[in-house]
């Protein structure tokens, strides 16, 4: 019988890997991690979808080019080969020959896809997040010599549980994953849309239905594959590995807020001010999925669940985090900034619809159909999404769950010492002022791609937008006071009347 590995350097070096997701954000640091191992795998198998009309191939090349990669050696970008698939169809779209090839060849299989919308169909959520993570379990199952495979689902996957701690393990699902299955093929998309509501049960959208749903699909047919599911909450920025504040998009509500703050073009967050935001960071994540494959090859008879959450451990509040965010959007200022960032969390729906209206929606059209004149991006149809992402996600951003995170705090222990440093993934390490700085600094340079030598010359425009900040709602009083005046109110009333609006202004 094979020894089994002690450290994920015995466990990458001795793998050929099939890796789903690698053009997303957690999988692209998982991707930069293996090809970055002390030794690396003997091969690397990205399944890549076609993309408007982009070649597989090209969409790799083009994710290589990004600073993620930048210092992963040349030789070692000769592991990867590329699959053309996509999740979404029967048998993972992939040809017969690479079929065989990952079955003859693969040994670890890390499963990252997945159709993250709140907003999405039914039909498809289903068939991406739960068909697709079938057909990949249906392949690992096949493959030769598989010695593990790991899931990422979402720590929101079991946000049905209130009022108590959520634990590492599965939970009940509002019907049996197959018998759901068997079901829903006989309805048309048009069926399924209008049942949406009843089949979903009490999840506040298709995607945490679909993922825990999935999650049940794996444990109830993995048979003899090794499987961990690995739980992340909201991932932000990478915290040091490979690079201090990485992050290459913004498909997330909390990742999204940062890079419009940066622009000075969000200025609310509908949140509960004193509520636990639960943020961790990809390399974190990623030191987990790595640490957890080895465990489920160490005890492959056992499913193995892990949480990958801040909240219990370190918390960090939306107002915070807010705070946090704004205070450095003013530090370390983007170039173009539309005004001076501000930001707010609140509940009250009058509140934030005033705001969003009112600072972000209307001046977006004034600078869309004035500034730019039609030239470049939408600014109103950002903010458009923006307010729409709002109303999905005010589910989460005014409730809390506490996370139980016993296995995955004891997950460290299997690693050697060394490993443990290298890999690190506690939550309690993160210092949340210094971390969520870095994220703003990197999303300014890795996202909106403004280079630090840019960054003086935006503070001194910022410094611009301070004053014009600071003077505006005494600009705009005596602007009103006039008008009053003119429209025939007494000195006192039109004072007065100013005064209030331009104090109710400043509250929201």
Not at 39 to 54: D, E, H, N, Y
Not at 113 to 126: E, G, P, Q
Not at 480 to 504: T, Y
Request: contains cysteine; aromatic residues 10%; charged residues 25%.
């Amino acid at each position: 019988m094979q020894e089994r590995p002690n450290s994920l350097r015995d466990l990458i070096s001795d793998s050929q890997v099939f890796l789903t997701g690698a053009t997303g954000f957690v999988g692209g640091v998982l991707l930069e991690r293996i090809l970055r191992a002390e030794l690396p795998p003997k091969k690397v198998f990205l399944l890549v979808r076609k993309r408007r009309g982009a070649d597989p191939r090209d969409r790799v090349k083009e994710i290589f080019s990004s600073p993620l990669f930048s210092d992963v050696r040349a030789d070692r970008l000769n592991l990867i080969q590329v699959i053309e698939g996509d999740v979404g169809e029967d048998g993972l779209g992939i040809s017969k020959s690479d079929n065989d090839l990952l079955v003859s060849k693969c040994t670890l299989v890390f499963h990252a896809a997945a159709f993250i919308s709140f907003a999405a169909r039914l039909d498809m959520a289903i068939r991406i997040n739960l068909e697709g993570s079938r057909q990949v379990l249906d392949l690992a199952k096949n493959m030769l010599n598989c010695k593990a495979m790991v899931y990422v689902s979402t720590a929101y996957a079991n946000c049905t549980v209130r009022n108590a701690i959520v634990e590492e393990k599965l939970y009940p699902t509002p019907c049996d994953p197959i018998d759901f299955l068997k079901m829903v093929k006989k309805l048309s998309p048009e069926e399924l849309e209008a049942k949406t509501n009843e089949l979903i049960g009490n999840h506040p959208n298709t995607y945490t239905f679909t993922k825990q749903m999935a999650e049940a699909l794996l444990a109830k047919e993995r048979g003899h594959v090794a499987l961990s599911i690995v739980r992340p909450s909201i991932v932000l920025n990478t915290w040091k590995i490979p690079k201090i504040g990485w992050v290459d998009n913004v498909n997330n509500g909390a990742c999204g807020f940062i890079a419009g703050v940066n622009k000075g073009i969000f200025r609310t967050i509908p949140a509960r001010p004193g509520a636990v935001t639960d943020m961790i960071p990809a390399d974190m994540v990623v030191s987990v999925i790595l640490t957890s494959a080895l465990q489920a090859l160490r005890d492959p008879d056992n499913l193995h669940v892990y949480h990958c959450t801040s909240g219990i451990e370190n918390p960090v509040t939306w107002e915070r985090y807010c705070r946090t965010v704004v205070k450095a959007a003013q530090d370390h200022p983007c170039k173009d900034v539309l005004w001076y960032p501000q930001a707010k969390t609140s509940l009250s729906a009058f509140r934030n619809l005033v705001v969003i209206w009112l600072f972000q929606i209307i001046p977006a059209i004034f600078v869309d159909h004035v500034l730019l004149r039609g030239k470049g991006p939408s600014l109103y149809a950002m903010q458009r999404k923006y307010e729409r992402g709002c109303r999905y996600t005010t589910y989460f951003t005014k409730r809390e769950w506490s996370f139980d995170t016993a296995k995955v705090s004891a997950l460290a222990s299997i690693l050697p010492e060394e490993e443990r440093a290298a890999y690190p993934f506690d939550p309690k390490l993160v210092d949340w002022d210094e971390y969520l700085e870095d994220c703003v600094v990197g999303m300014r340079h890795y996202f909106h791609k403004e280079p630090k030598t840019t960054t003086e010359k935006a503070r001194n425009s910022m410094k611009r937008l301070k004053t014009t900040a600071t003077l505006t709602p005494f600009i705009c009083f005596f602007i009103l006071w006039g008008i009053n005046l003119l429209l025939g109110c007494p000195m006192w009333v039109a004072a007065f009347v100013a005064a209030s609006l331009i104090l109710f202004l400043v509250w929201v």
